[in-house]
């Protein structure tokens, strides 16, 4: 499949320059009409063209849908309850984003000790390879409708979703408008990552294929040891209860916020100084929470948000509650 990739335009890409000061801030890619950092134009071909393993497992999501917290449980699990290397070694170094030279390209300073080119890095990691990614599935190296690697796909409450987001850019990357303007951009597709419907869609109506998982940031949360099974299923390995235990305890809300391997201090702290979370009161890892969209949205951003699923979800079989 070819594809096209041009400057993002109209009213929505204006306001991408005015804040971020960068002209053509975005990129749409087209078929699809996916939004990405002006930086991954240039990786979009080598991404596409990168070598995929049978023994690969893929976390693939749309950003904020707690991929953070499920790429930690796949790694764990993956690597026999290695906790300690965990703690120790950032996920984007041991579970790496494919497209991390794009999406995180003003923490680059961080990574150039491991990597400068992320899909390079991802090209040359021995396997088993825990890659994750945000791209959309037309967008994936071509190989894996060949291999068909394992391939988790999650999903979350687009509400919550919003909501999580609009913090992760306000924190991580400096983009500062107010919620209700968010909003407008996540409702109209114009966030970085496109629509997250056009995200979804893709990998909803191939949730019957044998190497493709489906999870819900919901269920994951409420019966968070039944995910773990389901997970350690899905990739062949056995575990115990308590191990599934230990899994639970590691990955509770309260550790993943204090540990550094995934909570992205590192990253803000290189920008920002020390202690940089607690300065500004909001956390890479926030609530966790299902349905936190109460504490902010109105009565009116909700009912445009109502619309909106239901329009992206009627009669697909796909439904949040």
């Not at 070819?2 to 749409?28: I, M, N």
């Not at 639970?248 to 920008?271: A, D, T």
């Amino acid at each position: 499949m070819s594809f096209t990739c041009e400057p993002f335009k109209g009213k929505y890409a204006d306001v991408y320059e005015r804040v971020t000061g960068v002209k053509d801030a975005l990129y749409e890619i087209n078929p699809g009409k996916y939004l990405c950092r002006f930086v991954y134009k240039d990786m979009i071909q080598r991404v596409l063209e990168a070598p995929v393993r049978q023994d690969d497992t893929w976390l693939v999501s749309f950003p904020r849908t707690g991929s953070t917290w499920c790429q930690e449980m796949i790694w764990i699990i993956g690597n026999n309850l290695d906790f300690e290397t965990a703690k120790n070694t950032l996920q984007q170094f041991r579970a790496p984003l494919i497209e991390a030279s794009a999406s995180l390209y003003t923490f680059a300073d961080l990574f150039k000790e491991n990597f400068t080119d992320s899909v390079e890095y991802v090209n040359n990691f021995p396997s088993p390879r825990f890659i994750k990614t945000h791209l959309t599935y037309r967008l994936l190296p071509s190989e894996i409708r060949k291999v068909k690697p394992k391939i988790i796909y999650l999903m979350r409450n687009p509400k919550d979703v919003c909501v999580s987001y609009y913090f992760h850019c306000k924190v991580l990357h400096g983009f500062n408008v107010d919620f209700e303007l968010f909003c407008e951009l996540f409702l109209n597709n114009a966030v970085c990552y496109g629509g997250i419907f056009d995200h979804y869609m893709e990998f909803w109506n191939m949730r019957h294929e044998s190497n493709i998982l489906i999870l819900r940031y919901e269920d994951m949360v409420s019966d968070t040891r039944e995910a773990v099974r389901k997970i350690a299923k899905f990739m062949e390995k056995s575990l115990s209860e308590d191990d599934i235990t230990s899994i639970i305890e590691f990955l509770s809300l309260k550790n993943m916020r204090k540990n550094r391997g995934c909570n992205m201090e590192p990253f803000v702290e290189s920008k920002n100084g020390p202690d940089f979370y607690n300065k500004i009161g909001i956390h890479f890892v926030r609530q966790g929470k299902v349905g936190d969209w109460k504490n902010y949205m109105s009565q009116e951003i909700t009912r445009k948000f109502d619309e909106y699923i239901d329009k992206n979800t009627r009669e697909t079989g796909l439904s949040f509650d």
